[in-house]
């Protein structure tokens, strides 16, 4: 696609329930990033897949959170029993290949709030 | 703990003159610096990245790099009201994972 595109664009959930936020990233870009922004504040690194690869999840706050590329393209990031500190912009964003070095290419983002 | 360290404002500038935004990180080991843009409700826009120490311009915009001091910057000249935004810095470390500063939200008085 033209660009990372992510779904749904808002999202309430009620306090406990699951959710799944999902990231269609540029065609070709094989570095996929997931961040959580909270308001105000810089985005926070959650995890790093390249191709279908899950590098790094060392920023996954708990094991509520869980992401996903099984092929490599589409990324899902879930989150059970959503707490009300799960409220914030869920941030995907792309990169191609040996293009990391010159920064990423950010989707519009998922406004979760949990009530 | 790596850190990167902005004025979060905001910082008023009126409209036609030069906005100076800045930002300082901790890791030495740091490859590349990133200036993101971000209106309010959206999501970050890349302006400019750079690399090497000195200049770079693009258009109105200038990042400059201190990597001695640690200190990486962006100007921009003759500020429009359309530059009111939030200004993000992000430090790339050497596991290419970036870093990012909380922002300084920037306001261009007409």
């Known amino acids: 696609g033209a660009g990372v595109s992510q779904s749904p664009r808002y999202k309430v959930a009620k306090r406990g329930q699951d959710v799944a936020l999902r990231c269609d990233p540029i065609?070709?870009?094989?570095?996929l990033f997931w961040y959580q922004q909270a308001l105000g504040q810089g985005p926070e690194f959650l995890t790093y897949?390249?191709?279908?690869?899950?590098?790094?999840k060392s920023g996954l706050p708990s094991d509520r959170f869980f992401a996903e590329r099984p092929e490599g393209s589409v990324s899902t990031l879930k989150i059970q029993r959503t707490q009300q500190e799960d409220s914030a912009v869920y941030l995907c964003a792309s990169s191609s290949p040996g293009g990391v070095v010159y920064g990423y290419t950010f989707g519009s983002g998922t406004r979760l709030t949990v009530v | 703990q790596k850190e990167v360290e902005q004025n979060s404002g905001p910082l008023s500038v009126p409209e036609g003159a030069i906005a100076s935004l800045n930002c300082t990180y901790s890791d030495r080991g740091s490859q590349s610096f990133f200036w993101y843009r971000q209106y309010s409700g959206k999501s970050p826009e890349l302006i400019m990245f750079i690399y090497s120490n000195g200049d770079k311009e693009d258009g109105r915009f200038t990042a400059q790099l201190n990597k001695a001091s640690q200190y990486v910057s962006l100007l921009i000249r003759d500020s429009q009201p359309s530059d009111s935004a939030t200004y993000l810095c992000?430090?790339?470390?050497?596991?290419?994972?970036?870093?990012w500063g909380a922002g300084t939200k920037l306001i261009i008085k007409p």
């Open positions: 065609s070709g870009h094989v570095s």
């Open positions: 897949f390249q191709n279908e690869a899950q590098l790094d």
């Open positions: 992000a430090v790339m470390d050497s596991n290419y994972q970036l870093i």
